[in-house]
Structure formats: C-alpha cells, structure tokens
C-alpha cells in the first residue's frame, strides 16, 4: 500500500479525509501549477517492533529489539527521473560502519551490538543530483531499553467500519441544524457530495486505499522507470559476475604457477645451500691440507736440521779415528761423544715415528689399571744421571693412598718423561726438579715443576703447539725439536684428560695433566 507522507508522517485515506480530499480537489490545480526542482529525502515512519518511535527522541532499544525505518524521496520533478538511496549505519563507539546503496524505501535491523548508531540516508540519481542526508540517532542498551509489545492489529472490515462511524457522528455534530444553514445553491452542495460519494466508492472498490499526494516515494516509481533500473542493474551485475569469475580464474592459474615456482625455488635454494656448504667443506678441508703440509714441510726442515749437526759431528770424529794417532784415553773420549751424539740421533727418529705414528690416524691406547706412583719413579731413575751432570735434584711428593688409575702405561710413561726431560733442558745447574701427584674429585693429577727459565705470555700461548719454538732455548745445547710438549697433549687427550701450563720467566714453569681415575667410555 501507498503511504503518502506529510512533514515525515504517514496516514491511511479513510471517511475523515474526504473534506479534505475534496477541497483538495477543488484547489490542487493551485499546487500542481507550481513545478519545483528541488528534492529532499524525507524520513517517514521509524518503529521499534511495530511501535512507532519519535526519531528526535533517540529511542533506546535492547539487542533482541528489530527496528526499522522507511524513508522516500519528495520531488515535484514531471520527468520522475529514477533515483537510489544510499543508506549508512555508524557505531559511535566501535567505529564500525556500513554502507550500502539500495532500491528499497526501508531497511531492518535487529540483533545490533551495545552502541550508540547514527542511521544517515540520502536519495541520488547517479551523475544528476543527490539530496542533502537525514540523519537518526538511536542507542542499544538492553538493560536501559524500554519494554515494547507488538500491538494487535484489529480486523479490517472493523476498523473501517469503526472509523465510518466516527466520521458519520462527527460528520453529524459539524453540520448545523436546518434553520441556521446559510443560503448555498443546490447544484454546488449536490456536486460537493456527489464528488465524495464518488472518491469513497473508488477507495472502496479499487484499492490501494491511498491518495497519491504531489510527493514522489519510491514505491510510486513508474514501472517502466522502476524495470529499466533493475534490468540495467541486473546487466551490469552479470557482467561483473562474469568478469569477476574470469579473474577468479586467471588468478587461481597465476597462483598454482607461483606455488610450483615457489616449491621449484625451494627446491633449487635447498641445493644450491648444499652446494655451498660442500664448497666450504672442500674449502676447510684444503686449508687444513694445506696447513698440515706446510707444518709437515717445517718439521722436515726442523728434524733435518736438528739431525745435521749430530750427523756431521760424528762424520768428524770417526774422521779423526782414521787420521791421527791417538792414545787409549783420547780414543775413549772420541767414542763417548760418537755415543752421546748418536744417542741424540735415535732419539730424535724416534720422535718423529712417533709424530707420524699419531698423524696416521686415531691412536690405540692399550688400557690397564696400574700406580702412577710406579709410573713416576720409574721416570725419575731414567732422568737421575741427566740430573746430576747439571747438579740437580729430582723430589717427589706422592701420598701414600693414591689410588691406581685406568690408562696405558707407555704412554703416560712418554708424556712423564717429556716432561721431566723438559725441566731438566730449560733450567741451570744447581736447580730443582720437583715432581707431584694428587687426587681431585674423580680425576689425577701429575705437576713437574722447575726454578729454571719461565716462558713469556706468548710462549704459554703456544706450549703445546706442533713444532713450536720457544723464546728459552736449553741451557746446556741440549737437542730440541719443539714436538714434545705436543706429543704429551695428544696423548692426554686421547686419555679423556687435559694439559696446562703455570710460569713466569725468570721464576721457572709448572707443567700438569690430569686423567680420569675411572675408565673412560
């Protein structure tokens, strides 16, 4: 049904309108000689489960309450050119906000979140003109919102004849009695009733009960107006439906092709990061060749070197044998310098088979349980008389309730020895050679300790280092090849064990290892 609006309200043509309807039909050629322009949009009815609410009032409604609001668009335009509404609900607080352009004079909301909203509509016709926006206010308060009962509507045949009845009595009361009615011609008053009789007969028999006022809604479109709307809409629609789906389409080919050239590039990143770290392995491995032939070049040098001297001293004092006639004595002295200076000779070959012997590859250790105590006097009596002939002495410090630890016996007896012969080389005649040995916690631990030289902080830095030459040489010319303190490390480590070193020049050197008691896994 056509509700034709009058300053935002909305009423139903019934018997109390027919005055007023036929003044309106005695003067609407006054109003419909007065075209205008303009167009507003005019908010007609606003209710809240079927109760009609003032829009001035922001009402407060609950969040089960529907409210709903129809609206139009007044135009005195003839050309009824077609229009849309552009309808906006606003949260004040969340900041959320809708927008949608629509063909509809009403719009239902219910089941909104606690806020206060801002409801805004304007009409427009696309490129033409676009009226000035009606804004309502209400609020979704559940625990302040009144309660609102739908009302029941009543039958119609009753209202109408309810409401005839109404007009009839009231109709009766307004006219005056017969005595005090004035002088109208009879053609006039019989043309006035006739005219009602006549509108009252048409809202009966054709329905919708309305009388179009001079305000275009949108429910009072023309149909052909209304059609060519929706058809262009619905043109336009599918059209974008069907670019919209060639796109979806296009998109879904350009994402399985990034997905195979993303799980190709994960493929090719994964090989490439393998050949990079096989780069550095080779690289590690080259310099590490590299570095081991350069130390073995040193030590080469270092072994031919140390050898030379020896080898030409013999050379020269097997020469004098041959050449000179020498008493008994003088070739006694001859003989013990060939054996000192060939003793030298072996010992050095055989610290060189033993650096190449742990160059080989993992060294086997041959395990047994035994007393470090043996171990330790047994290298003492071995170094007594290299003691003596610079006048040292060699002390021990061993408890008596050491107890016997888990290791091979010839290699620590190497790593002792090396050691004390170390102690003995770097310090001056006269000095001391102390040799200790202590259990800590599950580990035993073996000091030699000197008075002699001392090494510098760069020297203790590079101790145990292959082929390292200190800055203190031997006090006597005694043969070194800076292998040493290298074999006691290797040998300690293969034990599980660890080596370290205490000195200060000038105020001689501590030199220890300690090796698990127990059996190493």
């Known amino acids: 049904m056509v509700q034709p609006l009058y300053n935002g309200k909305s009423y139903t043509i019934g018997w109390k309108h027919i005055p007023a309807l036929v003044l309106l039909a005695l003067g609407s050629h006054t109003a419909l000689a007065q075209p205008s322009n303009d167009y507003e949009t005019l908010i007609r009815e606003m209710t809240i489960n079927g109760i009609v609410e003032n829009p001035a009032s922001t009402p407060i409604m609950g969040r089960r309450d529907t409210i709903a ?16 509404f552009s309808v906006t609900l606003t949260a004040e607080k969340s900041g959320l906000r809708r927008t ?30 676009k009226t000035e926006p009606k804004i309502i206010r209400f609020t979704v308060n559940t625990a302040n919102a009144p309660k609102r009962v739908r009302p029941v509507p009543q039958p119609e045949n009753e209202e109408n004849d309810s409401t005839l009845q109404k007009q009839k009595d009231s109709l009766s009361k307004a006219m005056p009695s017969d005595s005090s009615l004035p002088w109208v011609p009879i053609a006039t008053t019989a043309g006035v009733l006739a005219l009602a009789g006549g509108v009252y007969y048409a809202i009966r028999k054709n329905k919708p009960k ?11 479109i023309s149909a052909n107006s209304s059609k060519d709307i929706m058809n262009s809409t619905e043109e336009k629609n599918q ?21 195979a050239m993303q799980v190709r590039g994960d493929e090719l990143y994964k090989r490439n990061k393998e050949l990079e770290d096989s780069i550095d392995k080779i690289s590690k491995n080259k310099n590490e060749l590299e570095e081991l032939q350069k130390q073995k070049d040193e030590l080469f040098a270092m072994v031919i070197h140390d050898m030379k001297n020896p080898a030409g001293l013999i050379k020269g004092l097997v020469e004098l044998l041959r050449s000179y006639d020498l008493s008994a004595s003088e070739q006694g002295e001859v003989l013990d310098d060939l054996v000192e200076t060939s003793r030298k000779i072996v010992a050095l070959s055989q610290e060189v088979c033993k650096v190449m012997a742990l160059e080989s590859g993992h060294m086997n250790l041959n395990y047994e349980t035994t007393s470090v105590e043996n171990i330790i006097q047994l290298v003492a009596r071995r170094n007594e008389s290299a003691a003596k002939l610079k006048s040292m002495g060699i002390m021990l410090e061993i408890p008596s309730d050491l107890p016997e630890v888990h290791l091979d016996v010839n290699k620590i007896e190497d790593v002792v020895d090396n050691l004390v012969n170390n102690a003995i080389k770097y310090s001056h005649n006269g000095g001391k050679i102390r040799i200790r040995a202590y259990k800590q916690d599950k580990e035993m631990v073996v000091e030699v300790s000197d008075n002699g ?38 040998i300690v480590e293969e034990h599980k064990g660890r080596v370290w070193v205490r000195s200060s020049l000038g105020r001689g050197s501590t030199f220890a290892f300690q090796l698990p008691i127990e059996p190493p896994r």
Request: with cysteine; net charge neutral; glycine share 6%.
């Open 210 to 220: 309305s009388v179009p006022l001079p305000i275009q809604t949108h429910d009072n």
């Open 100 to 129: 949608e352009t629509i063909n509809a004079s009403s719009v239902k909301y219910t089941g909104l979140p606690e806020d206060t909203y801002l409801f805004t509509v304007f009409s427009y016709a696309p490129g033409q003109w």
């Open 69 to 84: 609001l129809q609206y139009a668009c007044k135009t005195t335009d003839d050309k009824r050119m077609p229009f849309l």
């Open 239 to 259: 059209q974008l439906m069907t670019e919209n789906a060639q796109l979806r389409a296009e998109l879904a080919a350009l994402r399985g092709q990034i997905d």
């Open 453 to 490: 030289l001392g090494l510098s902080e760069e020297d203790i830095k590079n101790a145990f280092q292959r082929g390292a030459k200190l800055s203190a040489r031997p006090t006597a010319g005694e043969l070194s090849s800076g292998l040493g303190l290298w074999l006691v490390k290797r």
